[in-house]
């Protein structure tokens, strides 16, 4: 029945299952037995729509759509061809990608007919049937590419990019997409690729605790990723633009933007450009996410600097002091916009219940970095903040940093003191004299009462300093009992003094 309404050259272009040949083998029958020849398709009719949308896929088509936006020029077929021809990996797609993006067009379907918008059937007619095959055949890959949750919006950042060399957005190409360019991050991308962009420094009183309470902040953090995206956009001109936007937003989503950006030229240098895959994990959902998982990114990025290391093609042999020092000083930029960041966070009331609602090995993490930031002279400022949120956390998951225990204590003599909830013993750590305050139990309810209440003393007495009063050293666990340990006064306490 196909035959009577379409050409057996049309029915040709229609990309049928592989795996089955019987339809094949019925055009070529129907083809050799056909006498009438079907009427001339009209591309802007119900039929010839149809047809059209059983060849062309998504994917393709929204490359057109996108060109033809950008550069509003019809009659450029060659040089849109041309652009597809590069085997760049920005235009390939895999059945994973086109069944996705289906399943966005049909949701977006309202009352239209056909599975594509009005305006995007006009320009998709613009293209003859077998360019369009041949456009496929270009761009479809069976390699499952495996794309990160924002990979729509990343690639088509790319490709407006790409076309031209801005990041003005043809919202008729985004709508039916229902995504949006218009929110951070890519409004931070589109300012810094702007012509018009100019660095800026960014200083700032980092001991003042008006900063780390004032509405600049966000502005500072925003404006050093910029800075930062605009290096990109300017130095790298080896890079794709995928590449670019990939690398991007790894800047402006993750937690180690210049320790990044460092391993990143050095993988450059030996060819490896397999380093955005390698990443994806650093592009977290969530600003959450991505605080549990902080050390575990800075572990993934030493591993590659490793490898870069060790496959590079550079005949000078490497400063490893050079290299040192300056994974110091990118590290410690980005554990100054890692503090920013997770004020900025904690700032917000349904963040921080998503914080205090953490368990676990979760919670167990960011404690782990929040007493971490806090032991950092450079963080003055931020501590009131950043403490709060520990001891709140602390409390409601029952945990404490893992840096508190110690180890190898030995009791010297007999219990020497007692206090109103643990008794006083000298000891000995690591050749050291101490002094341990051991939880008393008097029965087995008090237990978890007690043992909050040591270590939100042990939380609160490790971030304090002060000559007149005694470092906190860490905790010990002498069987289900909690103990705090600190410098042994041979003088006694301060009455007996």
Known sequence: MMSEVYSIGNLRTIPWAHYCNCLTQQIGVAAAHSIATPP???????????LYELVVSPWPLTFWTTFRAVVNDKTDLLAFLDILACNDELFAWDDDDDLNLHCVLVAGVDHRPGLYPRDWGQLMVEIDL??????????????QLGRGSDDWRIRLAAIILRYSGSLTVPQNVL?????????????????AVATTYKTQ????????????????LQHWVLKRGEDLCRGIWRRSPHLSALQQ???????????????????????????????????????ASNLLKALKEYYLHVEQLLVLLKYSIANSHINAPWDSHAVAQTISKHLQRDVLTAAVRLVIFLGHEESYREFLACRGMEAQHLLDLLQDLLDLDSLAGAKPVICKGMLR????????????????FQAIGEQVAAGGFGDIWKGRVC???????????F????????????????????????????????????ENRLCLISPWMENGNVLEF
């Open 245 to 283: 936007v990939e690398t991007m937003h790894l800047v402006l989503t993750g937690f180690h933007p210049n320790l990044t950006l460092y391993i990143h030229s050095l993988l450059t240098q030996i060819g490896f450009n397999r380093f955005q895959e390698l990443q994806r994990d650093e592009k």
């Open 175 to 191: 709508t039916p997409l229902n995504i949006s360019l218009d929110e951070f991050p890519y409004t931070s991308v589109s300012r």
């Open 393 to 408: 956390l602390s409390r409601a998951s029952g945990l404490h940093p893992r840096c508190f225990p110690v180890s190898g």
């Open 40 to 50: 001339q398709l009209d591309k802007d009719s119900v039929v010839g729509r149809a």
């Open 130 to 143: 077998g360019s369009w095959c041949r456009i496929n055949e270009m761009t479809r890959t069976k390699d």
């Open 443 to 478: 029965q087995d309810s008090d237990t978890q009462v007690i043992v909050k209440e040591f270590g939100r003393e042990a939380l609160i007495w490790c971030q304090l300093c002060h000559p007149n009063l005694l470092p906190f050293f860490g905790l010990y666990y002498l």
């Open 431 to 441: 050749g050291q004299t101490v002094s341990i305050k051991i939880m008393r139990i």
């Open 201 to 216: 420094t960014h200083e700032a009183d980092f001991e003042s605790e008006q900063f780390w309470a004032g509405p600049e």
